[in-house]
Each structure stands twice: as structure tokens, then as C-alpha cells.
């Protein structure tokens, strides 16, 4: 065998075994993504009717609570980032950095101050390459998340925005994540969770012709909101953490079949290489014979003379 045809077969035998990762890889995502649209399906509706409850309080009573009233002039403002802990993953994580980058550059322009939370290693990495300052950040549970960690990333959020901004807290709390769409559609979105719109939040839960009822609240509508709210933060967080795991598991797929397919591609186009110096070989050595059956004629010729 030829040295340039041991090449041939080395790359193909190297290509054929990352065709089976890749393709390993595809199944698994694939068969992630149907667990984590049941689990995006279960917890819209509690996340939106938390909402509704959330505004009929804040708009059938008069108090003013601190995670429902806009602050005159905000000065300060905390962006929740949801990435992902892995990478292989298309331009998922990438799209989610752009959106908060463009967030962020839209809250300064407007005179605010921002601090980071980021969710997933690719969100932390980006931000420690680049020597920003990031308040708080997770890992490690991105591709599964539980209510649990929920409420872990939700916490400190809370008690930011319970603080005043003198004493390290904020006004306004901002997520960005990417909306499962469908297996082929993942948007990134950004949205603002807190102080609750209350417009915004009667136009996504009210149907239409719909009007909240006038409620009676004991023992204040100020204890329920601190109740209630605690929970809408939590809900969301949860929910956009299901959207972003499910947006990850689609994009992984579809990078790993586009993967798997171009493996396919490149093996049958040094299969055509490998053929093509193996028949040069024949032909050289079929030259080579013919040369020598030639070469000894004409000197057995040559003796009988």
C-alpha cells in the first residue's frame, strides 16, 4: 500500500469514528428535548396565572409595594443571563451574549448601572475573559434545572431589589434568556421581570374582554404581595430556565446533524481520493511490469543475437 493511500484511510477511519460521536450525541439531544418541552408545557400556565394573581393584587388595592412601584429615576439595574454549562451547541449561548450586550449598552445609554448574574460556564467564561465584574453566578445545572435552582438564582435577585440602591441594591431586574419556539426556531428575548408592568402583565394574562375582579385581601394586600411575589420571581426564573435548557438541547441536535452529516460528506469525498490513488498504484505498478516484461525481452533478445 502507498503512502498516500494509508493517509486516505487513516482520515477516514478518524472521520468515521467522530461520525459516530456526532451521531451519538444527536440521539441524546433529541431524547432530551421531548422531557424538557413536557417540562416547559407544565410550568407555562402556573408562571402565568401566578402573574394574574400577581396583578389582581398590585391593581385591586392602592399600596405601594416595592416590587411593583417604577422607581422615579432608576439609577441601577441587574440582568439575569441564562447560557449554557457546554458548548457544541451552534450559536446558542453566542445569540444570548448579544442580546444581553445589547441590553446592557440600551440600560447605559439610559444613564443605569448594571449588575451581571449569569447562569451557565459559557456566560462566566465570557465575562472573566473580558475582565467584567459579575455580582453572582451558577453552573452546572443548565442542561436539567430544577425548581430548586429556581429559587437559588432567584434569592439574591429578590434582596437586591428589596434594597435601596445606596446600600448595593437595584431598581429594575432584567432577564435574558432563548424562547423555545419550536425544534427549529430558539430566539433569544429579553424581558423585564421586576418592577412588575402591570399593563404588560394584564395584556399577556387577560383574555380578551376579560376584566380582573376587585379582590379583598387579609390580612393586607401589602402581606400577600410579599407572598406572591417571592413566587412570580421564581416561576419566571424557572420558566425561562426550562426555555433556555430546551433551546440548548434543539441547537445541539441540529449542530450535531449538520455535524454528522458533513462527516458523510468528507468520507465519501476521500473514499473518491482513496479510490483514485489506489488505481493510480495498479496503473504504476501494471507499468512497472509491463517496463520490465519489456526491458527483459528486449534483452533476451539481445543475447540471442
Partial sequence: ???????????????????????????????R????????????????????????????????????????????????????????????????????????????????????????????????????????????????????????VAAPLIAAIEKDTAEGGVDELHIVFTEFISMLTQTPVQKRLLPLSLDKAQ???????????????????????DALLPRYVESRIYNALLQAAASKHAATRRAMKSATDNAGELIKSLGRLANAARQAEITQEISEIVGGASALADATAGSDK
Fill in 1 to 31: 500500500m502507498g503512502a498516500q493511500l494509508r493517509v486516505y484511510k487513516r482520515r477516514i477511519k478518524s472521520v468515521t469514528a467522530t461520525k459516530k460521536i456526532t451521531k451519538a450525541m444527536e440521539m441524546i439531544a433529541a431524547s
Fill in 203 to 225: 395584556e399577556e394574562t387577560a383574555t380578551k374582554g376579560e376584566i380582573l375582579p376587585l379582590f379583598d385581601f387579609e390580612p393586607s394586600a401589602e402581606d400577600v404581595l
Fill in 33 to 152: 428535548i421531548v422531557k424538557a418541552q413536557r417540562q416547559v408545557a407544565a410550568s407555562t400556565p402556573y408562571a402565568t396565572e401566578l402573574t394574574r394573581a400577581v396583578t389582581a393584587v398590585a391593581t385591586g388595592s392602592t399600596t405601594n409595594h416595592a416590587l411593583t412601584t417604577e422607581v422615579d429615576s432608576p439609577t441601577r439595574a441587574a440582568i439575569l443571563l441564562i447560557t449554557s454549562d457546554r458548548g457544541l451547541a451552534g450559536g446558542y449561548s453566542a445569540n444570548a451574549l448579544k442580546a444581553a450586550e445589547q441590553l446592557t449598552e440600551r440600560l447605559h445609554a439610559e444613564g443605569k448601572e448594571v449588575d451581571a448574574y449569569i447562569v451557565g460556564r459559557k456566560g462566566v467564561a465570557y465575562y472573566g475573559f473580558r475582565e467584567r465584574k459579575v455580582t453572582e453566578s451558577w453552573t452546572g445545572f443548565t442542561d436539567n434545572p430544577t425548581y430548586a435552582d429556581a429559587k437559588m
